[in-house]
């Protein structure tokens, strides 16, 4: 992980301007058969962009829904009913697969690093919507402003703006379903707590 921050460091930046901007152009109201999430980072934002996800499970309930995440949260994705396939990205083989690939809609959650937005700009399609943050905004057919004053599962939902879907109300309900055998595995090591 703190060879990718370095990567992006030192050659994001510079790689984003090198790279041509995708057509801007208005999203077709057809479905959507295969989406594309990026998901950088920690559990914590992993975690919260599952109301999105779950969001556009029933908005195009016949779409595929791939995640392409990080070793360090690709676990939160397994909770998630409706998410087809998880990968890595610092899988090589894995970020490979992605980028041979054709998605009708790619949506980078990522707020401030470049790799992510690289690797969106990098995959087949032509629909990619990415925070507009940094140099960011450039590898976006669909750049969307953030602000550090939302709580973040709201700054996720604000990346469906350009579908021009009617957003949810902010419902901040409990939305992580932990299969039966891992409630059984928590009961257990609270257990141990009780116990003693």
Known sequence: MHYLKVIDRLV?????????????MKIPSLPMNRLLLIRPGGIGDAVLLIPVIRYLKQIYPTSSIEILAEKRNCGVFVLCPGIDRVLVYDRPQELGRVLFERYDLVIDSEQWHYLSAIIARMIRSRIKIGFGTNGRRRLFSHAVAYRHDRYEQASFFELLKPLDLELPAEDFAPFLTVPLGGQHVADDILKTFHDK
Request: proline content about 8%.
């Open 12 to 24: 994001g930046a510079s790689l984003s301007r090198l790279m041509l901007r995708p057509a801007q």
